[in-house]
């Protein structure tokens, strides 16, 4: 376990996510959001959101090496962070419309999948290149 590795790649992936997502959900589609019906704070908790960002990159620089087996380190990266964005969209998805009343859900779906898929694209580029070719010892 490289703790080095992990630490860049989790603030790699903390970083590239919070440059995404703030000007996608607080000034390009703010209003758009808002008029679904997905904000329901006035004011979004940014210190909730970080933490969840921190959360997500620390298990994905962990596991990411376990997956590694051969390849190209970036296209490895991101097929590894789409498999698990698939996982964090279910939620940020599918959970969250059957939790808040979200109108129209495919418009949500549609703009989050969007929004999903660019940040696990850029985040998993990165993390492929922090871990670069893993070279892997049979015991």
């Known amino acids: ?4 590795k ?12 919070m440059a995404v997502a703030y000007p996608w959900h607080m000034m390009w589609f703010h209003e758009l959001y808002e008029g679904m019906g997905a904000y329901t704070r006035p004011e979004p908790n940014i210190l909730l959101g970080m933490l969840s ?4 990159g620390v298990v994905i620089a ?8 051969a390849g190209n380190p970036v296209s490895q990266g991101i097929k590894f962070s789409i ?3 698939s ?10 419309t ?12 549609l703009y989050n999948l969007a929004f999903q898929f660019i940040q696990f694209v850029l985040t998993g580029a990165v993390l492929g290149l922090i871990y670069g070719k893993i070279e892997k010892h049979n015991n």
């Open 1 to 4: 376990m490289d703790i080095k």
């Open 6 to 17: 992990i630490l860049l790649a989790t603030c790699s992936y903390v970083v590239l996510t």
């Open 98 to 109: 059957a939790k808040i009343d979200i109108n129209p859900i495919s418009t949500y779906l």
């Open 83 to 85: 498999i698990v964005g």
């Open 87 to 96: 996982i964090v969209y279910s939620v940020m998805g599918f959970a969250m």
């Open 53 to 56: 960002m921190l959360m997500q």
């Open 62 to 69: 962990y596991l990411y090496p376990f997956y590694y087996q």
